[in-house]
């Protein structure tokens, strides 16, 4: 029997309602439009395609876009100092810094220079490190959409032994700490892993985000466990692809997530929900949720 898919359309627009919802619930009080700035350096042909996604979906949530599209030759110094307007704008609530940078650019101290309140990709040393010790924080976009694809199984993480293939700072790290915050035993294997189809084969719940093609099969996989995978690769016929073998993984999994169509399409409605919560709290208004996932 195949698996059942988790369809990151369905749950992508379920969490964006939620974020036009909290959005109406803001301007009610007589807060502030959420607004999200974004910062684009070159002409990365994926970033402008991210980069129209995003400012689609904040249409669509009720947030105010503000893309500043800056030129390749734009030195470090002047990506700060445009930064750090943005930071200081009271009327800017979530700030996003699209990567990759150019090579003469150093990501790591754009990154650092987000004010953490305003760091809705949850990239900044403060949110990862709060995150870590269960603090107040924003949580990476992807690896909250991935927690939230999990529970829409229905399966309790408590007890139960889950894989994150994958030790990315972006993703596979804070998806294993996620775990974690659920009670689930995590691994987290890697290119430097013995035995990998083994320790895969005992996973209740398997998160690939290792940037393989396919690099997940079938007989690496438990019969029954939710596989979340968050891969993206495009092959030489221009088609997506994720590091599972979808074709083999679906044989045997419970619950499975497509390539498109499955975490991708969360990311973004992550990054809607932060951007909402971002500008609640600078406004002292309680959501009375997280959405860590």
Same mark, same amino acid.
């Given at each position: 029997?195949?698996?059942?898919? @988790?369809?990151?359309?369905?749950?992508?627009?379920?969490?964006?309602?939620?974020?036009?919802?909290?959005?109406? #619930?803001?301007?009610?009080?007589?807060?502030?439009?959420?607004?999200?700035?974004?910062?684009?350096?070159?002409?990365?042909?994926?970033?402008?395609?991210?980069?129209?996604?995003?400012?689609?979906?904040?249409?669509?949530?009720?947030?105010?876009?503000?893309?500043?599209?800056?030129?390749?030759?734009?030195?470090?110094?002047?990506?700060?100092?445009?930064?750090?307007?943005? #930071?200081?704008?009271?009327?800017?609530?979530? @700030?996003?810094? /699209?990567?990759?940078?150019?090579?003469?650019?150093?990501?790591? #101290?754009?990154?650092?220079?987000?004010?953490?309140?305003?760091?809705?990709?949850?990239?900044?040393?403060?949110?990862?490190?709060?995150?870590?010790?269960?603090?107040?924080?924003?949580?990476?976009?992807?690896?909250?959409?991935?927690?939230?694809?999990?529970?829409?199984?229905?399966?309790?993480?408590?007890?139960?032994?889950?894989?994150?293939?994958?030790?990315?700072?972006?993703?596979?790290?804070?998806?294993?700490?996620?775990?974690? /915050?659920?009670?689930?035993?995590?691994?987290?294997?890697?290119?430097?892993? /013995?035995?990998?189809?083994?320790?895969?084969?005992?996973?209740?719940?398997?998160?690939?985000?290792?940037?393989?093609?396919?690099?997940?099969?079938?007989?690496? @996989?438990?019969?029954?466990?939710?596989?979340?995978?968050?891969?993206?690769?495009?092959?030489?016929?221009?088609?997506?692809?994720?590091?599972?073998?979808?074709?083999?993984?679906?044989?045997?999994?419970?619950? @499975?997530?497509?390539?498109?169509?499955?975490?991708?399409?969360?990311?973004?409605?992550?990054?809607?929900?932060?951007?909402?919560?971002?500008?609640?709290? /600078?406004?002292?208004?309680?959501?009375?949720?997280?959405?860590?996932?």
């Amino acid at each position: 029997m195949s698996a059942a898919i @988790i369809d990151g359309k369905i749950l992508a627009a379920q969490v964006k309602q939620e974020a036009a919802a909290a959005v109406r #619930a803001l301007q009610q009080r007589g807060k502030a439009t959420p607004c999200l700035a974004v910062l684009l350096v070159g002409e990365d042909p994926a970033s402008q395609v991210y980069v129209r996604g995003k400012e689609s979906d904040c249409a669509a949530c009720g947030i105010e876009s503000r893309v500043c599209r800056l030129p390749e030759t734009t030195t470090q110094a002047e990506l700060l100092d445009r930064l750090a307007a943005l #930071a200081a704008d009271p009327a800017v609530h979530g @700030i996003l810094v /699209q990567l990759p940078l150019p090579r003469h650019i150093d990501p790591a #101290a754009v990154i650092a220079a987000i004010p953490p309140e305003k760091d809705v990709d949850g990239f900044t040393p403060v949110n990862a490190g709060n995150l870590l010790t269960g603090g107040s924080c924003f949580v990476p976009c992807t690896p909250a959409g991935c927690l939230r694809m999990i529970r829409s199984t229905g399966l309790d993480l408590a007890g139960k032994q889950a894989v994150v293939v994958g030790r990315s700072n972006i993703v596979g790290k804070p998806a294993a700490l996620l775990l974690l /915050q659920q009670n689930a035993t995590v691994t987290v294997c890697h290119s430097r892993t /013995q035995g990998l189809a083994e320790i895969c084969r005992r996973a209740d719940v398997l998160v690939a985000a290792v940037g393989k093609a396919g690099f997940i099969t079938g007989d690496m @996989i438990k019969p029954g466990a939710v596989v979340i995978d968050v891969g993206i690769n495009r092959g030489a016929d221009g088609k997506l692809r994720g590091d599972v073998d979808f074709a083999s993984a679906k044989e045997v999994a419970g619950f @499975i997530t497509p390539v498109p169509g499955g975490v991708g399409l969360m990311t973004r409605a992550m990054l809607m929900w932060n951007t909402v919560l971002a500008a609640a709290r /600078q406004s002292g208004v309680d959501l009375g949720v997280s959405h860590k996932g």
